[in-house]
């Protein structure tokens, strides 16, 4: 399987211009409906006068027959440049013709170009097929890309080109430089510089050793573990409190919280396109992606947070629970295959346990009623775990 270089890459954003110069000209060329269901007649081309440029025309059909003392700009679906332009001619068309003469340079972009004329300078173009026909003729450079490529006239000096299918029966003035995957035909003598083809570049993927793929793994995991067990430590350090209170919703049964980090990932982002769409939503969609971010993000410490309370269900330090609990989640998140399993559960276990508790200190949150009258009993004298709601 051929793999086209980024020049033949260029060749369609290229030609959806000149498909929408061509959508464009059309909507200037629409006709009044009649009442009889006859067919239209054929859009009549817009054919210049003599003026001064630069000259700017969008139409369906545009055809410049006259002399044009400055730059030409064009567009729509077939444009002709047929008279005398002295400055350059840009243009963007499904098909486009140079029948006439300009002076200056051309910078063309369409499907099907054709050059009949007399171009003073250099030319490029960019289309699915060029040809030059044996009145044609280039005083300078040609620059371009296309599928298919003639030239039966003369081009003045270097042409490169990337091309599919490139013959030449005319002449060349100096150096032929092309990139392709099959070799050109040229006439004998057509090309009075040197002649080099160029294949395009593959997209070859290096082998590596198994071992240099290990070094590289381990180079990766020694990173993240350097990188991120800094943001656990200070996590740890700086809100060890809030780091309980939200693992605490995991605590008991985490099922819950994966059921509200599932449903909110899905939930969550959907909305805020929603919104997103709206004129007056959008600034406030946008300040609720970052923070739906910035939570997403806060799920790998509450993650290691919880993964070193389970392991440690004494008296140590948040700091320790976190340190050791990011060692252990980096190290799974570098696990091929698994990675993808500790990801997800990482973050829907996170941003439900973040979710609850952002439920449970809801301002307007109301506490039962107690009847004064009735006596609670002191607690038993025991020690406090580690599935206390609020511990510090």
Do not use: C
């Amino acid at each position: 399987m051929r793999v086209l270089s980024p020049t033949y890459q260029s060749i369609g954003a290229v030609l959806l211009l000149g498909f929408l110069a061509f959508f464009a000209g059309m909507d200037t060329a629409v006709a009044a409906p009649t009442p009889t269901p006859s067919p239209a007649p054929a859009p009549a081309p817009a054919v210049t006068s003599d003026s001064e440029g630069p000259q700017f025309y969008s139409d369906l059909l545009v055809d410049v027959s006259g002399v044009v003392n400055g730059d030409v700009y064009a567009s729509g679906q077939d444009v002709t440049i047929s008279g005398n332009v002295t400055g350059d001619v840009i243009a963007a068309a499904q098909t486009i013709k140079i029948t006439g003469t300009v002076g200056g340079n051309i910078r063309l972009a369409g499907q099907n170009v054709t050059i009949s004329g007399d171009v003073s300078r250099s030319a490029t173009i960019f289309a699915g097929s060029i040809i030059i026909t044996e009145t044609g003729k280039l005083g300078n450079d040609l620059v371009g890309a296309a599928s298919d490529l003639k030239i039966a006239g003369d081009v003045g000096r270097d042409l490169l080109v990337s091309v599919d299918r490139l013959s030449i029966d005319g002449s060349v003035g100096g150096n032929l430089t092309y990139y392709s995957d099959t070799e050109g035909q040229i006439a004998q003598g057509a090309v009075d510089g040197a002649v080099k083809r160029v294949d395009p570049p593959q997209s070859t993927s290096e082998d590596r050793s198994p071992g240099a793929a290990f070094i590289a793994w381990l180079l990766g995991l020694l990173y993240a573990l350097v990188a991120l067990s800094l943001v656990t430590l200070f996590a740890g350090l700086l809100f060890p409190r809030w780091l309980r209170q939200v693992t605490y919703h995991l605590m008991p049964s985490p099922w819950k919280a994966l059921l509200v980090g599932f449903l909110a990932s899905i939930a969550v982002p959907v909305a805020l396109l929603v919104l997103l769409v709206t004129i007056i939503g959008a600034p406030l969609a946008l300040a609720g992606f970052l923070v739906w971010i910035a939570l997403t993000l806060a799920t790998f410490v509450y993650g290691a947070f919880y993964i070193g309370r389970l392991l440690f269900r004494g008296d140590q330090h948040p700091v320790v629970k976190s340190f050791v609990g990011g060692l252990i989640l980096i190290t799974a998140l570098h696990i091929p295959w698994l990675n993808i399993v500790v990801w997800l559960a990482m973050v829907f276990f996170g941003l439900g346990a973040q979710l609850l508790e952002f439920h449970s200190q809801r301002p307007w949150r109301t506490k039962p009623e107690v009847d004064p009258s009735i006596a609670l009993a002191p607690l038993p004298d025991t020690a406090e775990s580690e599935t206390t709601p609020r511990e510090l």
